[in-house]
């Protein structure tokens, strides 16, 4: 059984500050790992996607992998209101084309 | 906009009927894949068509079905809905063989079973 976790929060950061959400998976072979942001009412939205261990930069996202301790996460820097969501890890292995989901983190920012 | 619909928006039934539920997917994308999502839960997989052939499916029971049509287009049906079934229920398009095959989503259908 493949399983991803996430902490369901809510993680609740200031405005401007750095909130970092984390994602663990269990499946060794693990190769694709996405991130979505899930406005309440509304449908997922892609983030950004990571293959590689280390960091992957995209505007004020940044997205971690550490394939060895089996954790994948996001940082989120100068957090907005705006970003203030449910952010889901996704996790695919090799030669499958369906993601597994984790449940979600809620994520509140306060001004 | 990620370019996949679904329709209708939102949908009540009752116990017992069935339901039908519309994906397109995005121009390009051959791949569709269906979520059903429940409150406070991530999406959970319950088919994928490829090619108009189930690809894969889920932990559910055979009154979930589906099609895919030539378009790529595809439909969920659900026999015998059962008030579990409340849910959003969302359609998600990818290109498989393509350099990557990241799922888009489309807005979803919110289901409601009275």
């Known amino acids: 059984q493949k399983e991803v976790e996430q902490n369901s929060g809510p993680l609740s950061v200031p405005e401007g500050a750095i909130a970092s959400l984390n994602c663990t998976y269990s499946?060794?072979?693990?190769?694709?790992f996405f991130w979505y942001r899930q406005y309440s009412g509304k449908s997922p939205e892609l983030i950004m996607f990571?293959?590689?261990?280390g960091d992957k930069e995209d505007g004020r996202f940044t997205a971690q992998l550490n394939k060895a301790s089996q954790y994948v996460s996001l940082l989120i820097r100068d957090s907005q209101p705006s970003d203030s969501a449910t952010y889901l890890c996704?996790?695919?292995?090799?030669?499958?084309?369906?993601?597994?989901f984790g449940r979600g983190t809620s994520l509140i920012v306060h001004p | 906009e990620t370019g996949v619909t679904q329709s209708p928006t939102h949908l009540i039934k009752t116990r017992g009927q069935q339901v039908t539920l519309r994906c397109s997917s995005q121009?390009?994308?051959?791949?569709v894949s269906w979520y059903q999502q429940a409150l406070g839960q991530g999406p959970q997989f319950i088919f994928q068509?490829?090619?108009?052939?189930?690809?894969g499916r889920g932990n559910f029971p055979p009154r979930f079905s589906g099609l895919q049509f030539p378009n790529y287009s595809s439909e969920l049906n659900v026999n015998a809905l059962e008030l579990d079934d409340s849910a959003l229920y969302l359609c998600?398009?990818?290109?498989?063989?393509?350099?990557?095959?990241?799922?888009?989503f489309g807005p979803g259908t919110r289901l409601t079973v009275l």
């Open positions: 998600a398009s990818s290109l498989v063989g393509g350099s990557t095959d990241t799922q888009y």
């Open positions: 499946d060794r072979g693990s190769q694709s």
């Open positions: 990571i293959y590689s261990n």
């Open positions: 996704a996790v695919k292995t090799g030669g499958s084309y369906i993601p597994t």
């Open positions: 121009s390009g994308h051959n791949t």
């Open positions: 068509y490829y090619r108009e052939e189930e690809n």
